[in-house]
């Protein structure tokens, strides 16, 4: 089964639905205190990855407290409990649009639908999971993307990269 919005909420702010608030990446809390870095478990077969705000904490205030409360209500109010989903309802047709290429290029002329159509076709399959997501996400890195992958019993994923998770920080992957 999907996960609701509610669900996300319920998990996201667990002092919503009455449970005791756990500082970990993915929680928030009006009483928490700023996170300049993070560990999450179990991503893409690695035990542990610990992330630091590295860029962040150069900025400038308010950006350089790392990822705040009035943060998280800021980019992710979707999460927020009493957020009222605007996604197309079950059976209502999926609204489509021109797809912009990630280096930049306008000279793209094709949409996410047209891509996805593709996709199905290329894998011979008669569905399409369209993933919108951000690797800089600290959640989807520690949590959904393993998750997602485990579940798509092979159906092809076509990955739509959403507005920046972190966007008062540079992503620094490391190497």
């Not at 077969?45 to 205030?61: A, D, Q, S, Y």
């Not at 008669?126 to 949590?143: G, H, L």
């Amino acid at each position: 089964n999907d996960i609701t919005y509610q669900e996300v909420q319920d998990f996201m702010v667990p002092a919503s639905v009455g449970k005791p608030f756990t500082d970990a990446p993915g929680t928030f809390d009006a009483s928490m205190p700023s996170r300049t870095s993070e560990t999450g478990m179990a991503m893409m077969g690695m035990k542990i990855m610990r992330m630091t705000r590295v860029e962040m904490l150069k900025g400038n205030p308010p950006n350089n407290l790392g990822i705040t409360f009035e943060k998280f209500k800021e980019h992710r109010g979707y999460a927020m409990p009493g957020y009222i989903p605007k996604h197309p309802k079950e059976g209502e047709v999926v609204p489509d649009g021109q797809i912009l290429s990630i280096d930049g290029k306008q000279d793209i002329k094709s949409t996410l639908l047209t891509e996805a159509k593709k996709l199905a076709d290329a894998a011979k399959s008669e569905k399409v999971i369209i993933c919108f997501d951000a690797v800089t996400c600290p959640f989807f890195r520690a949590y959904a993307a393993e998750d997602l992958y485990g579940v798509t019993n092979g159906v092809p994923m076509l990955h739509v990269y959403i507005r920046e998770a972190e966007p008062c920080d540079v992503f620094d992957a490391g190497g």
